[in-house]
């Protein structure tokens, strides 16, 4: 008879199978931050998995906090919460659910987060995310995700790519695989960009939120695998924004001081 695996057993043996060949980190972009990670599936697992391994604090949620203390007990990394306690732990709160469960976040969270970095690596989809989904699809998600957590940093990054390309490609060989972000805060931007390059990737800078359609499904850079050079060419930028400089500014004392 086929073995069939659970959603949670195929996310542990997944992340078991790669921890080998996860490249050990050195010192970080800087001191560890305090991450919130609202949902711990496939998104919240892995993100969790490579911050936690880069020496960052991961609390984990999902629907339930039974579901996310199971979760945190097989994967071994992190601390377990609601979305609620997620929200109120984390310097930065990621966004790792359906895209159609963000209207109702908004009410529950969103309060808490005040004007902290929330950085959303969810994508819109018509076939599981109702109108909410067809509204990010045609307005963009990060134009629709802001309007859903007024008060919050938002930051679209980290949606680009499937998790399973992000364990096989963090960290690889220079040149690293890039990562496109958009936001109109630089502080918030300023930590994706962080942890984006603790990921083990390079981060690109796409634009303002409005610019986040350009790397959600349908848009010319989702799934893009391409180094920065590459993404940036093919988003149109050059680089040189004031947050890409002072990122590039604290890698390059990063990398000196032993860590990458
Ligand atoms: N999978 C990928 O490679 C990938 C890549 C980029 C972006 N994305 C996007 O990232 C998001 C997450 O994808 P995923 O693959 O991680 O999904 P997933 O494996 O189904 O995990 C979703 C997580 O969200 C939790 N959740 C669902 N509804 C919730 C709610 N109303 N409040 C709080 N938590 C809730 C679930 O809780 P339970 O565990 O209790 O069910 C689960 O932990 C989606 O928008 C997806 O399109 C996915």
């Known amino acids: 008879m086929p073995l069939k695996l659970t959603r949670r057993q195929s996310l542990t043996t997944l992340l078991a199978g790669l921890l080998p060949v996860l490249t050990p980190h050195g010192a970080m972009a800087r001191t560890p931050l305090r991450i919130g990670m609202i949902g711990s599936g496939h998104v919240g697992s892995t993100l969790g998995q490579l911050w936690s391994r880069a020496g960052h604090e991961v609390m984990l949620s999902a629907l339930t906090l039974r579901e996310a203390q199971e979760r945190v007990e097989e994967?071994?990394?992190?601390?377990?919460?609601?979305?609620?306690?997620?929200?109120?732990?984390?310097?930065?709160?990621?966004?790792?659910?359906?895209?159609?469960?963000?209207?109702?976040?908004?009410?529950?969270?969103?309060?808490?987060?005040?004007?902290?970095?929330?950085?959303?690596?969810?994508?819109?989809?018509?076939?599981?995310?109702?109108?909410?989904?067809?509204?990010?699809?045609?307005?963009?998600?990060?134009?629709?995700?802001?309007?859903?957590f007024p008060t919050a940093a938002v930051v679209?990054?980290?949606?680009?790519?499937?998790?399973?390309?992000?364990?096989?490609?963090?960290?690889?060989?220079?040149?690293?695989?890039a990562l496109p972000m958009a936001g109109d805060v630089a502080r918030a931007l300023t930590m994706a960009g962080w942890l984006i390059h603790d990921a083990g990737f390079d981060p690109v800078v796409a634009g303002g939120l409005s610019a986040a359609g350009l790397f959600q499904p349908g848009g010319?850079?989702?799934?893009?695998?391409?180094?920065?050079?590459?993404?940036?060419?093919?988003?149109?930028?050059?680089?040189?924004?004031?947050?890409?400089?002072?990122?590039?500014?604290?890698?390059?004392?990063?990398?000196?001081s032993g860590g990458r």
């Open 75 to 148: 994967l071994h990394f992190g601390s377990a919460g609601t979305s609620h306690d997620a929200a109120a732990f984390g310097d930065v709160v990621v966004l790792a659910v359906p895209y159609g469960a963000l209207q109702q976040l908004g009410h529950t969270i969103g309060p808490v987060l005040n004007a902290r970095p929330l950085i959303d690596a969810t994508n819109p989809y018509t076939w599981r995310d109702g109108k909410i989904g067809r509204q990010a699809l045609l307005e963009g998600a990060g134009m629709v995700t802001q309007s859903l």
């Open 156 to 177: 679209r990054a980290f949606n680009s790519e499937d998790m399973t390309t992000l364990l096989a490609q963090s960290n690889r060989p220079p040149p690293r695989m």
């Open 220 to 256: 010319p850079a989702f799934e893009a695998q391409m180094d920065a050079d590459d993404l940036r060419r093919l988003l149109g930028v050059t680089g040189d924004s004031a947050v890409e400089r002072s990122l590039a500014a604290r890698f390059a004392a990063a990398q000196a």
